[in-house]
């Protein structure tokens, strides 16, 4: 049997800032990119001010993700034994190897060698498809834009519309080489048709369907999948066998809940009103559906962020990409930048984590800390506020290594530091800088280069250059004085 490394979630090839750098040279991603953004945060704005009480469903999503995920272990072991009850088997998979390898058997179990599938993003995350094609098994995604990733070999980019980087024409390319069709036009109706003929055979045929699963509820121990297409549904009743691989975190405790994120969900993530399709499904039932019916529980790094208080609210997450839509980094960057399978800011935030900061380091920075995406969120994710916390983590576990210590950039911070502490050094260390800095102004009044670790800010824009007086000497000149005779005046009234 071929192994999987037990984390796959990121890809690894390099950091946030050199894979970002390669993606902004490529002037056709940005702008399908920026077209795809811009369409669906218009929608998305437009349907959440329809909404008198969108801020309270917010609030509730909040309350409701936050409360499940105080008690997760309560409401596990609530949905755990409901499904049991209904004729479900739970597993429980604490990392990739894990799922990889429970997935698998059952498929093998069951003879088959090929599966279908509906977006799942924990399969990604494990790198099922790959584990499985290496063991002898065909996957099939099942969903159009997964289906387009599939077949042109590529990396998904967003989590909601996975080829989101691509336009109409590479995807009409893709399709006439690699279903063979050179006569295929390029109406979205034609790519439709050519997805479901090549679809509807694999729905009729294929015995086994992997998912993943929107919630689990607890009070049921059923799941709940939105969908737009139609093909999940058609995974969940056609096939013998349906195994659904989901995070741990995805709890809820009653049926009750969807009511908010029913409404929420659709709205944040492609700007509808409801989910054409919403699936809810439990244990077996003879006659109707699959005869058999698995559930993963995917752990693979939860844990420890649950016990990270500052850093928990990330798995309040109900992946609806909002933040990525929102996000203007992610805008110019794409998805492929964040080299991981959750991009976007919440990827920023989520990867890192999953990896105990071992991979994805440069995601914490890669934000301008604006704010778009604490605003958007459905869950109230306060996005910045764990950046920072994120970042800290970062420099401290960089400065307890004897070269993170004595690195140049340590050494500047503290330095930085030691002079923010005090006025009178600030004010020292402002007019040394307004000496030094003059053989780097340019005639425009800004510096175009600066040395060493500096010369990040100015590889991309120039810097205003410090002015003759600063705002320090211009109060004590100006204000100072003033202030003080008028203090004068009321102490002498007053006596
Ligand atoms: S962090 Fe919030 S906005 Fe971003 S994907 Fe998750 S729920 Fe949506």
Redesign the pocket.
């Known amino acids: 049997m071929s192994e999987v490394p037990a984390q796959t979630a990121h890809w690894n090839r390099q950091d946030f800032p050199a894979a970002a750098r390669e993606m902004l040279e490529n002037s056709q991603t940005r702008k399908n990119v920026q077209h795809a953004t811009n369409v669906i945060q218009a929608k998305r704005n437009k349907v959440t001010a329809e909404m008198p009480d969108w801020e309270d469903l917010r609030e509730a999503g909040a309350q409701v993700r936050a409360h499940a995920l105080r008690h997760l272990d309560y409401y596990l072991t609530q949905f755990e034994a409901n499904c049991t009850r209904a004729g479900g088997h739970v597993h429980w998979a604490s990392d990739a190897v894990e799922a990889n390898r429970i997935i698998l058997g059952l498929v093998q179990q069951h003879q088959a060698k090929e599966v279908i599938k509906i977006k799942t993003m924990t399969s990604e995350e494990i790198g099922l498809n790959a584990h499985l094609e290496a063991n002898g098994v065909r996957p099939v995604e099942t969903d159009l834009a997964e289906l387009i990733i599939q077949l042109g070999k590529d990396r998904p980019s967003h989590f909601v519309v996975p080829a989101l980087h691509m336009n109409r024409q590479q995807v009409r390319a893709m399709f006439q080489r690699e279903m063979n069709l050179p006569d295929l036009g390029d109406r979205p109706e034609d790519l439709a048709t050519a997805a479901r003929t090549y679809l509807r055979e694999k729905f009729l045929r294929v015995k086994v369907a992997i998912s993943g699963g929107n919630f689990l509820i607890a009070d049921s121990g059923g799941i709940c999948i939105t969908e737009s297409e139609g093909n999940g549904r058609m995974c969940l009743t056609l096939p013998d066998v349906l195994i659904s691989i989901v995070g741990i975190e995805k709890v809820i405790p009653s049926f009750r809940d969807l009511e908010v994120f029913l409404q929420t969900l659709p709205r944040?993530a492609t700007g509808e009103r409801m989910n054409p399709y919403n699936s809810t499904w439990c244990g077996v039932h003879p006659g109707d559906g699959p005869k058999e019916f698995h559930v993963v529980l995917l752990d693979n790094g939860r844990s420890p962020i649950l016990a990270d208080k500052e850093a928990r609210q990330t798995l309040q997450?109900?992946?609806?990409?909002?933040?990525l839509n929102a996000c203007p980094v992610y805008h110019q960057t794409g998805g492929h930048a964040y080299e991981s399978v959750y991009a976007g800011?919440?990827g920023a935030i989520l990867t890192p984590q999953l990896h105990s900061m071992g991979e994805g380091r440069s995601l914490p920075y890669a934000s301008s800390l604006c704010g778009a995406?604490y605003q958007?969120?459905?869950?109230k994710?306060n996005?910045p506020e764990v950046l920072i916390h994120l970042r800290g983590k970062v420099v401290r576990e960089d400065q307890a290594t004897f070269a993170g210590k004595f690195s140049l950039w340590n050494i500047g911070m503290q330095a930085a530091a030691f002079l923010f502490k005090d006025a009178s050094r600030l004010a020292m260390a402002e007019r040394i800088g307004q000496i030094g800095q003059k053989p780097l102004v340019s005639k425009n009044g800004f510096i175009e280069w600066l040395p060493l670790m500096l010369n990040g800010w100015t590889q991309t824009r120039d810097l205003k250059a410090m002015p003759a007086q600063s705002f320090r000497d211009w109060w004590a000149k100006e204000k100072a004085p003033q202030a003080n005779s008028s203090q004068r005046n009321e102490m002498g009234h007053d006596g």
């Open positions: 944040s997450c109900i992946r609806c990409a909002a933040c800011p919440i995406c958007v969120c459905p869950v994710i996005i």
